[in-house]
């Protein structure tokens, strides 16, 4: 009987959950005696539109090479789940099992983030972050070894891990007497790396984190409209829109340096956040912007360690000590298109002139937390200081 090569595919390694409480989700190679390789995919709840799941992936399957005795067995082999059963089998005919091991590399979800070169000595992605939101893909890579000896009829294990670092912000006021009323329409990212080289480890299998980045110096600000304006309240709102949350490279994060910038007009250039915002007193009365419309208020970003691969950070701002400072990117992202009804201010604190790191309510400040959703809980706090 020939030895007919299929895979076996486990679950991807950032078993995400929609709480701050996660947990690792192991998924078992195959029981032996199945007789092919077979891939069993595994993606915990899908935390946004884009997120790469089982779902999509018996859609459109994914991509592998195998190498092996110092060739290249193939290459660019698409695999798709059969018609009937579990197993994952290339496309264009059954593949026999050589007399040697074959090191397995795959990817799939590229779509404009990644371009992948894959070769027996070296095995990387191209990465390059798309400006807009619905194009930042949940990309996933999978690498191991098989021989016909223990995977003939137990399978290759294929363990599927994220490439990339999710970031999803909302917004809250828990003031319970709130002075002003605050209406919120977008969110803001400024000055992250968005391109990088990502190198593949030797293996995906669940003790392995993807760690071998090397980024580009280009940076870019990625901004999220959200389909209306809202105001907030006591209850949590996500600033995202429709586009789904910031897919980012994992990177070190620099925060903006707000007094600097302010005081000495010296601007570091580092990571912020700003949420498209109207400010006006209980009774309506203008705040901020002076004109009525929306303006950018942001506040610095720092997360400690980064953001890393696999890995969902939600921030939550909590407005209900101030509304940040004057955006040092006031005109960023060109061709932002906010919410039909929502038109941005050309100058919003007219008659004055714009001056970055000033507060947009003296002497407030916003307080905010970064739950990080992975394979372990990590919580942490970040609180603005007072002026």
């Known amino acids: 009987m020939k030895r007919v090569m299929t895979w076996a595919l486990l679950a991807t390694a950032s078993t995400m959950m929609l709480t701050s409480c996660s947990e ?42 195998a190498f092996g005795n110092g060739t290249t067995f193939f290459a660019d082999k698409t695999v798709k789940k059969e018609a009937t059963g579990s197993l994952w089998t290339p496309e264009g ?29 070296g095995s990387t992605l191209e990465l390059t972050t798309p400006t807009e939101i619905a194009k930042q893909t949940d990309v996933i890579v999978a690498r191991d070894k098989g021989n016909s000896a223990d995977h003939a009829t137990t399978g290759v294990p294929l363990n599927f891990k994220h490439v990339l670092s999710q970031v999803e912000v909302k917004a809250v006021n828990t003031n319970t007497t709130p002075d002003y009323k605050i209406k919120v329409a977008g969110v803001k990212i400024g000055r992250i790396v968005k391109k990088a080289t990502f190198k593949y480890p030797a293996d995906t299998k669940t003790a392995t984190t993807l760690s071998d980045y090397t980024p580009g110096t280009d940076k870019e600000t990625f901004a999220a409209a959200m389909e209306g304006a809202q105001e907030l309240s006591a209850t949590a709102v996500s600033l995202m829109g429709k586009g789904g949350n910031f897919m980012l490279i994992p990177q070190t994060l620099t925060k903006w340096d707000v007094a600097t910038h302010r005081d000495n007009g010296t601007d570091n250039e580092g990571v912020y956040l700003s949420v498209l915002l109207n400010i006006t007193t209980k009774d309506g009365v203008t705040i901020y912007p002076t004109d009525g419309k929306y303006a950018w208020a942001a506040t610095p970003l720092e997360i400690p360690g980064g953001l890393e691969p696999g890995k969902k950070y939600v921030i939550t701002l909590d407005f209900k000590d101030g ?65």
Not at 341 to 370: C, H, M, Q, W, Y
């Open 93 to 121: 005919g059954d593949i026999l099992w050589p007399g040697f091991e074959l090191d397995f590399v795959a990817y799939a979800n590229l779509g404009d983030y990644a371009t992948a070169t894959i070769g027996q000595t």
């Open 24 to 65: 690792v989700t192991e998924v078992p190679e195959p029981a032996g005696g199945c007789g092919e390789i077979a891939f069993t995919p595994f993606v915990a709840n899908s935390l946004r539109a884009a997120e790469f799941d089982l779902t999509a992936l018996e859609g459109t399957g994914f991509t592998v090479s």
């Open 323 to 387: 509304a940040g400072y004057q955006d040092p990117e006031g005109d960023k992202p060109a061709g932002f298109t906010p919410a039909t009804g929502v038109e941005i201010s050309d100058n919003p604190v007219s008659p004055a002139t714009p001056k970055p790191g000033t507060p947009v309510l003296s002497n407030r400040v916003i307080k905010f937390t970064v739950t990080v959703e992975g394979w372990q809980n990590s919580d942490k706090t970040l609180e603005m200081p007072k002026e």
